[in-house]
Structures are given as C-alpha cells and as structure tokens.
C-alpha cells in the first residue's frame, strides 16, 4: 500500500501535524506514522513521571491549534485541574493532553482519513517509481508515502568529555541520559552531584533531587555559568517592537532592543514582544549574520528568552543562595577516578585549571544542535541528495514553507516539522511555533490533494 502521507517520527510535532491532518484531508486520504515511542506525542518533554516538572510556557498559549486558543485550558479544567491562562501546567499533564486530543479527534470523526500507527524505527529510505518515497523500517518492513512529514526531533548532546580511563563502576554514575529518571533511585542523600550544562534540562534534574530527598551538594559546570530567568509572577502588557526597523546586525539588534528596554518596566516586555517576530527577525538576519549570533549571542539568548515558571525559578534560586548548587564557568578537560571521580576543568577567561569531585556526573548539556549527525536516517537521506543540512547545519535546509529545498525537481515533497528546521526559522522548538508550522504543512499537503 502506498500512503499519502508518511510522517516519521512520534513526538508533539508529529502529533501536532497528525491532528491537523485529520482536519485537512478528505475521509479518502491515508496516513501513516512510524515511531519507535509508544508515547504517541509526549516526546523528552512531556514523558515526564514528575508532576513538579512545569512547563515553561503559560497554559494559555499550549493549546495544540492555533485557532482553538483555550482547548488545553479547557483540558485542564474538565480533568479537575483548574489553571488560568497565566498559569503553568506539569508537562505530564501536557502529555495526556496532546494523547488525549489525538484519540478524541480519531474517535470523533467519523468521516476522517485513514491513521496508521507503526511501531518502528525508520533506518533507510529509498525513491520508489515516480513520485512514491519508501522508509525502511528496523522490523524489515517498508511503509511508502507521496509526501513525507519528518517529525524526528534533536538528538541531546553527547557528554563533552572521554570517559575511556574510567572503571565500569564509575561510568554506572555518569548519567548521559537524564531523562531516564531511574537514577534518581540510585543516589544517596549525600552524594556529591556534577552537572554538566546549565540550561532547563538542568533545573528539572535539581528539582527532581530536591523532591527525592536530596540534601547533598551540587556542582554544576558549563561554559558560561549561565541558568536560565524567569516568568514574571504577574505578566505585563509585551512592549511595542517592530522587527521591520530594527538594525541587519546583532550589535545594533541588541543595542535597539536596550534603549526599548529602558523605557519598560521589565526586560521580559521586550523579550515577549519580540516572541511572535522572531523568525521574521532571523530571517531578516545575513548567514554571516546569524552565524555571529550563534557564536557570541546564544548562552544570553536562551537565558532571556526560554524563561522558566516564577515558582520554579524561585524553588532553585533558594537553593543556590542557600550554597546546596553552585555554578562554575569553565570547559570539562578531562574526568578521572582518584578514588572518586575528579572533573578537571579550565577556568572561564583564565589559565587556571581547577578541580570538582563528584559521586554523579549527570549530562544536561541539552540538544544537540550538531544538525543531522545524530540520525542514521537522516544521513541516509543526505547521501541520496533528498535532504540537505541547512548552511549554519542547525538542521535540514527547508523553505519558508517548511519544505526540504535539496532537489526542487523531486515529485515526492519532504516537509520537516520542529527544531530541525531551525535554519529557516530558528525559534522552532516550542508548542507556540510548532503548531502553526504543522497547520500549515497540513494546510500545503491538503491544498496539493494527496489523493
Ligand atoms: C525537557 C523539555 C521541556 C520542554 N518544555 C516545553 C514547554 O514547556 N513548552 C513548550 O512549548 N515547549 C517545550 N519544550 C519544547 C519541546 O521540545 C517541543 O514542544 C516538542 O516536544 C518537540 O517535539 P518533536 O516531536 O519535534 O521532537 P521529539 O519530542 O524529540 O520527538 C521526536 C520523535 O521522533 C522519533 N524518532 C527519531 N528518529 C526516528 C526514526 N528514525 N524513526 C522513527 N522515529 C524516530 C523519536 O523517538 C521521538 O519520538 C520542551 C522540551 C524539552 C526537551
């Protein structure tokens, strides 16, 4: 059987893309979805088992649809959990939501187009006839699509060190996976903890401590030594921001947005502001542009901008001036056993090299920007020139409609759906930006009439 429309992949960008599908196309239409987790659109984020795990974006703006702005506050409050629109949900709960949108709109329609659900991961994927692209499953199964959706996520980033010199016992404590959290269990209230990276990954791994009775110290290194800010308790009106008139230069972007701030009562105005501009703003921006954005702009960025909910932040903030987490800036050299593992670490802006003991070296350096490396997949497509890394190699080089730009003569189109199309959009790896680019990939397949 040859499906309309192939998505690969089964995180939120998929589910989001297969909800508006289900919208879109005529009852006649087919569709398959190969994933290899059986958590239909919970992904890294929303699998979480910890209710203290929060989202970061108000409840208000985590609808799945763009045009039914209240459905996961509406969610929320017919699952006895009240939230107003300002308020942050556990991204568990996040999780049931998106599941339960998915069932319910299968279950509603009757007149909807075919879904199939594949369990599988896609390794290979080869051209079939004329316009019919085929994906190798890991179950020596093929399924064969028209168009294909790819859904498949960043990889998380490998631990910056080698851990060659190590024992098997020592390397059974070095997490480099956090999100399994079974090694919570594992730790004693005592233990010494070294995180490596300082972003939201992170501040989740701490409070998941802190909730299992924790009370040991934790070391946490990255680069900068930078955390991430948050939520203002109360949210104000965001500020006037024209992207259209800011400078082409990230020091003028920066030095325009400065003098905006100090005419607000709040940094986050700006910020906010700017959020629904964003790719507009990058798009705006020079390669050699964005590239110095990447090199020098980044830490500050994320740290402004991917803001944490204000009970969150000030929950770790406490723990940090109470001296139980302390930041270092520097660059992991090398970890050793002595009879503990030894982190040794260049000191930020110095020579200086110093040295942090630890029981637990857990791995929070986030995703993997590194493109499409991670994906034996993805560099199978490379190799038969289907896709292509966008110039910066945040991703797949894709066009304003989200559309694989590699060979523009191929009758199959390729359409990628989240962060992996960062080049062309860079701000697309949160439920706000998600959602409009899987209604309008829906939108451009349905339009095109898959069948
Ligand atoms: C911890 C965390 C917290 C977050 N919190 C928020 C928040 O509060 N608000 C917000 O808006 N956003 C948040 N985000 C952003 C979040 O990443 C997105 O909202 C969304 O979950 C991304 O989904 P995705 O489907 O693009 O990627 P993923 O969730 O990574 O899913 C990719 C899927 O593809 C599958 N896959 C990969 N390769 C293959 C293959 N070859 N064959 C088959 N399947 C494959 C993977 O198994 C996975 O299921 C958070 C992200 C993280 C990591």
Redesign the pocket.
């Known amino acids: 059987m040859i499906y309309d429309v192939v998505v690969?992949?089964?995180?939120?960008?998929?589910i989001a893309t297969v909800c508006n599908l289900l919208d879109q196309l005529t009852p006649s239409a087919t569709v398959a979805v190969?994933?290899?987790?059986p958590g239909y659109g919970r992904?890294?984020?929303?699998r979480t088992e910890l209710y203290l795990h929060r989202?970061?974006?108000p409840a208000g703006r985590?609808s799945m649809f763009v045009d039914r702005p209240d459905a996961f506050v509406e969610w929320l409050r017919d699952h006895k959990r009240p939230l107003a629109q300002g308020d942050y949900a556990s991204?568990q709960d996040y999780g049931l939501y998106v599941r339960d949108t998915l069932a319910g709109l299968l279950r509603s329609k009757r007149d909807h187009c075919r879904v199939d659900f594949v369990k599988a991961?896609?390794?290979g994927c080869v051209e079939r006839y004329d316009s019919v692209l085929g994906f190798l499953l890991d179950n020596g199964d093929e399924i064969a699509g028209r168009n294909v959706v790819l859904?498949?996520?960043v990889g998380s980033a490998q631990l910056p060190a080698d851990l060659a010199d190590l024992s098997s016992s020592a390397k059974r404590h070095v997490i480099e996976n956090p999100w399994r959290l079974s090694w919570l269990h594992r730790v004693e209230p005592q233990d010494r903890v070294c995180i490596l990276g300082s972003g939201?990954?992170m501040i989740?791994q701490v409070l998941a401590l802190q909730a299992r009775g924790f009370r040991g110290h934790i070391d946490v290194l990255s680069r900068r030594g930078l955390a991430p800010l948050g939520h203002k308790r109360k949210p104000m009106p965001p500020a006037a921001v024209d992207v259209g008139a800011l400078p082409k230069s990230i020091a003028g972007i920066l030095h325009a947005l400065r003098a905006i701030a100090r005419h607000e009562e709040d940094w986050r105005n700006v910020m906010d502001g700017l959020r629904p501009q964003t790719q507009a703003l990058w798009q705006g921006l020079s390669q050699a542009e964005r590239r110095r954005f990447l090199r020098h702009a980044l830490p500050w960025w994320n740290i402004h901008r991917h803001r944490v909910a204000p009970d969150v932040f000030e929950r770790f903030r406490g723990l940090v001036r109470a001296g139980q987490v302390e930041f270092h800036a520097g660059f992991l050299k090398t970890v050793r056993e002595a009879p503990a593992m030894s982190l040794c670490y260049r000191v930020r802006g110095s020579g200086e090299t110093r040295t942090l003991q630890a029981d637990w070296i857990v791995n929070c350096t986030g995703m993997e920007r590194s493109g499409i490396s991670h994906?034996p997949?993805l560099r199978e497509m490379e190799r038969q020139k289907l896709i292509r890394p966008d110039p910066l190699r945040l991703g797949i080089d894709v066009d304003a409609r989200s559309r694989s730009q590699a060979r523009p003569e191929l009758r199959t189109p390729i359409y990628v759906v989240?962060?992996l199309s960062a080049g062309q959009f860079w701000e697309i790896?949160?439920?706000?930006d998600?959602r409009l680019q899987a209604r309008a990939v829906a939108e451009a397949i349905a339009t095109a009439g898959p069948d």
């Open positions: 690969v992949g089964a995180g939120f960008s998929s190969i994933g290899d987790d992904g890294t984020a929303y989202l970061n974006v985590m991204r991961k896609a390794t859904c498949l996520g939201l990954t989740d994906s997949l989240g962060a790896t949160a439920v706000p998600i």
